[in-house]
Nanobody, 124 residues
Framework: QVQLVESGGGLVQAGGSLRLSCAASGRAFSNYAMGWFRQAPGKEREFVAGISLSGINTRSADSVKGRFTISRDNAKSTVDLQLNSLKPEDTAVYYC?????????????????WGQGTQVTVSS
């Protein structure tokens, strides 16, 4: 079992920044690829960004490229998502997810464990 707890969400004006963090506990964090997803009201949960076991490889959705950056610290068992140049359409609940192994899926079903989510609200 892996437990994931997100933090760092909040209310921010358009153009602002936030840094989300996900703390993992349980099994060896370095054995899990990590991902961030988000779900806006009335919409499907969508992939935002993912990172490989070592942190060398990342992938992100086209909608956030150049604005959001994912990183991880295996010593601290954390994965962060830096959100810059935020837009109102980035408003959503953001979820952290873990997948055993090196692959970074962009589909929800590819992940084994999920956090409870943290709300990000961007005002115009």
């Amino acid at each position: 079992q892996v437990q994931l707890v997100e933090s760092g969400g909040g209310l921010v004006q358009a153009g602002g920044s936030l840094r989300l963090s996900c703390a993992a506990s349980g099994r060896a964090f370095s054995n899990y690829a990590m991902g961030w997803f988000r779900q806006a009201p009335g919409k499907e949960r969508e992939f935002v960004a993912g990172i490989s076991l070592s942190g060398i490889n990342t992938r992100s959705a086209d909608s956030v490229k150049g604005r959001f950056t994912i990183s991880r610290d295996n010593a601290k068992s954390t994965v962060d998502l830096q959100l810059n140049s935020l837009k109102p359409e980035d408003t959503a609940v953001y979820y952290c997810a873990a997948r055993f192994g090196s692959v970074i899926p962009a589909q929800q079903g590819g992940y084994d464990y999920w956090g409870q989510g943290t709300q990000v609200t961007v005002s115009s």
